[in-house]
């Protein structure tokens, strides 16, 4: 099992900025990729972002690139997502999730964290 605890999240106003952590524990020998999902209410949590463990291939979907970073820190098992021009549309539920294999927008999270809010007013 792989455990994932996430930190951050919040309230910002558009066009501000926040950082989203996340901790795996446990078996993480078995993770290649994570990545970050959201889920706005009403809507089907989507990936926003994921990279391998490498840290050497990474996608973004279109709603979020340019704007949004994902960052490894290896050593300390430790994934961040910096969330730069924060809109109004970008309110939802934010997963971190672990996966087996990285497959760019087709990444499938085998492993999930407990969830943050990110709530952005305009």
């Known amino acids: 099992q792989v455990q994932l605890v996430e930190s951050g999240g919040g309230l910002a106003q558009a066009g501000g900025s926040l950082r989203l952590s996340c901790a795996a524990s446990g078996r993480t020998f078995a993770i290649n990729a994570m990545g970050w999902f959201r889920q706005a209410p009403g809507k089907e949590r989507e990936l926003i972002a994921t990279t391998n463990w490498m840290g050497d291939s990474t996608y973004y979907s279109d709603s979020v690139k340019g704007r949004f970073t994902m960052s490894l820190i290896d050593a300390k098992n430790t994934v961040h997502l910096q969330m730069n021009s924060l809109k109004p549309e970008d309110t939802a539920v934010y997963y971190c999730?672990?996966?087996?294999?990285?497959?760019?927008?087709?990444?499938?999270?085998?492993?999930w964290g407990q969830g943050t809010q990110v709530t952005v007013s305009s």
């Open positions: 999730a672990a996966s087996y294999g990285y497959r760019g927008p087709e990444t499938v999270a085998n492993y």
